[in-house]
Nanobody
């Protein structure tokens, strides 16, 4: 089973930045689409950033222009650079594949908590 380990979260003030990392236990070289997901308190997990194998990226409107997703295949790591953080960015952040129709997610990691104070 693929293991995911997210890190880099923390408590920051509005306007500050964080860089999240996701270490994947297997090669991500052939993974078609990877994503970062956010689960805000009392809400369902949502996809906020997608990175496809061809380099195409897509972002939820709430983070567009502030967040950047990237990957380094050589060390099987996915990153999320988060700038100009807002209190509404608060939540637990997870990485996973962005599955195609009929395929399944990897087992979820423990996530990393991001808390943005106003």
């Amino acid at each position: 089973q693929v293991r995911l380990v997210e890190s880099g979260g923390g408590l920051v003030q509005a306007g500050e930045s964080l860089r999240l990392s996701c270490s994947v236990s297997e090669s991500i070289f052939t993974i078609k689409a990877l994503g970062w997901y956010r689960q805000a308190p009392g809400k369902q997990r949502e996809l906020v950033a997608t990175l496809r194998m061809n380099g195409f990226t897509d972002y939820d409107d709430s983070v567009k222009g502030r967040f950047t997703i990237s990957r380094v295949n050589a060390n099987n790591t996915v990153y999320l650079q988060m700038n100009s953080l807002k209190p509404e960015d608060t939540g637990v952040y997870y990485c996973n594949i962005v599955p195609e129709l009929g395929s399944a997610y990897w087992d979820w990691g423990q996530g990393t908590q991001v808390t943005v104070s106003s």
